[in-house]
């Protein structure tokens, strides 16, 4: 009933930039903390960047000044604008959505996931 779509993943070269979209649709009621998370090859997956409805940001360290979250809540979309990518940054990078959602005559509320874009930096 809810999907999460992501976009603008790809191959760019080291100190270039890339602008990831999460669009998500369904039958929404409405849209709370949306995030980005990040897992590299044999490594755990791990938080990247929230953000509140209210547009309230939080960034793990390696994303506190090269990268920048945003959304527009009128489209139910989170971005993540990255700049000055490096080799490490190389992952799949995922989205998620803390959704309140229609299920029948229910108002349901869970956390979705994207399926994954693939990031990759090269040297």
């Known amino acids: 009933q809810v999907v999460l779509v992501e976009s603008g993943g790809g191959l760019v070269q080291a100190g270039g930039s890339l602008r990831l979209s999460c669009a998500a649709s369904?039958?929404?009621?409405?849209?709370?903390?949306m995030g980005w998370f990040r897992q590299a090859p044999g490594k755990q997956r791990e938080l990247v960047a929230t953000i509140t409805s209210g547009g309230s940001t939080n960034y793990a360290e390696v994303a506190k000044v090269r990268f920048t979250i945003s959304r527009d809540n009128a489209k139910n979309t989170v971005y993540l604008q990255m700049n000055s990518l490096k080799p490490e940054d190389t992952a799949v990078y995922y989205c998620?959505?803390?959704?309140?959602?229609?299920?029948?005559?229910?108002?349901?509320?869970?956390?979705?996931w994207g399926q994954g874009t693939q990031v990759t930096v090269s040297s």
């Open positions: 369904g039958s929404i009621f409405n849209v709370n903390d």
């Open positions: 998620n959505a803390d959704i309140k959602y229609y299920s029948g005559d229910y108002l349901r509320r869970d956390v979705h």
